[in-house]
């Protein structure tokens, strides 16, 4: 197959092992077994947990008969992270469910959000690996929601900082409540098509304060928040498993129509298509990336989710963001580092409202703020290293 996708590829190969496996899962189809035994497995389990998506391969991988007779050690690390990701779901959606009991009680109307409702649709339980558990709620109850968390014995990480709030419960509970879908100052348009949610939900049968989407919502702001990492830093292959398991079991019955006027006002309407046709390509049968037919703009695309991983990368971020400062030809290739590294030390406005509102408040304050950010980040070398690196090979790929 040609194009961006090269099965010589290291990084690449194990990427196109790990579609073809979590395929073989979903659709309950055993992997060939010579195919099995070939397989780098330290590399494979390596990008499985790059992109959490171990206990999905791992569940096709036991149903060959050669699993047990690979790399011991591997076998073992790869059951392991399987039987902590089923006992992780098992633990997040019984706390989920004490906290929504709290919340009902409590008068503060939620709505579940992302893996917590796609985690149902997959064929078996834990197939779709949960690293945290999204959660709407109303914002006015933000003071009652923190105070039933502190109760429950959480660690108050952000509160009031931004549109989402963390609570953090060693070793393994980590919800993050959003007070909107979006941030005001870091959403842009899909802040202002969010802003009055609430009208857009409906209300749970048999409780008083949860609600949830229409399936066609679901899927827009489902897209819409992959399109936010994706254009970003980067998001990884399980978006797109997402993206088929749920297009798959609810899509016959959606208004396409609807979606797609919705997209295309939120501007995403060509990011939707592209990314259901690459994933509906990629996990429709249990086949390699090369035999799926890509084109080559489907090639680079999956490329670019292969490389990136759940959280993306440092040099998506300073690649994506120089990109986004040459738009137009206002930056030539210099002058859009020059751009990225003030940036970086001189944040905008924007940017405080969103993420510093105290010092957005207290302007006052950002020098003060300025120079601890300064030293902090001197101290982050590993991470400045990492953004200089990309910024220098801005440019020169071919």
Avoid at 38 to 60: E, G, N, P, V, W
Avoid at 136 to 145: A, E, I, R, T
Avoid at 229 to 238: A, Q
Wanted: hydrophobic residues 40%; glycine residues 8%.
């Amino acid at each position: 197959m040609s194009g961006s996708l090269n099965r010589d590829d290291i990084t690449f190969g194990i990427a196109c092992d790990i579609v073809y496996l979590c395929a073989c899962a979903l659709h309950g189809v055993k992997p060939d077994e010579q195919y099995a035994r070939q397989l780098d497995l330290k590399r494979l389990y390596r990008m499985c947990q790059f992109h959490s998506l171990t206990a999905i391969t791992c569940m096709a991988l036991e149903q060959t008969g050669v699993f047990l007779d690979l790399d011991p050690a591997v076998v073992k690390s790869f059951k392991d992270a399987k039987a902590k990701a089923i006992r992780k779901n098992m633990l997040l959606d019984a706390e989920r469910e004490q906290i929504f009991e709290e919340m009902e009680q409590a008068g503060i109307w939620h709505m579940p959000l992302k893996g917590s409702v796609l985690q149902a649709l997959y064929p078996k339980y834990g197939m779709r690996q949960m690293s945290d558990n999204d959660i709407l709620y109303d914002p006015s109850g933000q003071k009652w929601l923190a105070d039933i968390m502190e109760r429950r014995g959480y660690d108050v990480e952000v509160c009031g900082k931004s549109n989402h709030d963390v609570f953090l419960k060693p070793p393994i509970f980590n919800f993050e409540m959003h007070t909107s879908l979006f941030g005001q100052f870091s959403g842009g348009a899909w802040y202002n098509y969010y802003k009055n949610v609430k009208e857009r939900l409906l209300a749970d049968e048999g409780a008083s304060y949860r609600y949830h989407f229409t399936d066609e919502d679901f899927y827009l702001y489902m897209t819409a928040h992959t399109y936010k990492h994706y254009s970003y830093s980067g998001v990884g292959l399980r978006s797109l498993v997402d993206a088929y398991v749920f297009t798959e079991a609810k899509g016959g019955s959606m208004d396409w129509g609807y979606i797609g006027r919705e997209a295309a006002g939120m501007g995403i309407a060509d990011f939707e298509e592209r990314s259901r046709l690459l994933a509906k390509k990629l996990f429709s049968s249990p086949a390699l990336p090369q035999e799926a037919g890509l084109t080559k703009e489907e090639e680079a695309m999956f490329s670019y989710f292969a490389g990136s991983g759940t959280y993306g990368t440092t040099k998506n971020y300073v690649k994506n963001r120089m990109s986004e400062s040459q738009k137009g030809g206002s930056r030539a290739g210099f002058m859009a580092k020059l751009h990225f590294i003030y940036r970086r030390l001189f944040p905008t406005m924007e940017w405080y409202q969103n993420y510093e509102p105290f010092f957005a408040k207290h302007k006052v304050l950002i020098p003060f703020f300025l120079v601890y950010r300064f030293f902090r980040r001197l101290f982050g070398k590993k991470k400045i290293w990492n953004e200089l690196r990309a910024m220098r090979e801005f440019g020169k790929e071919k």
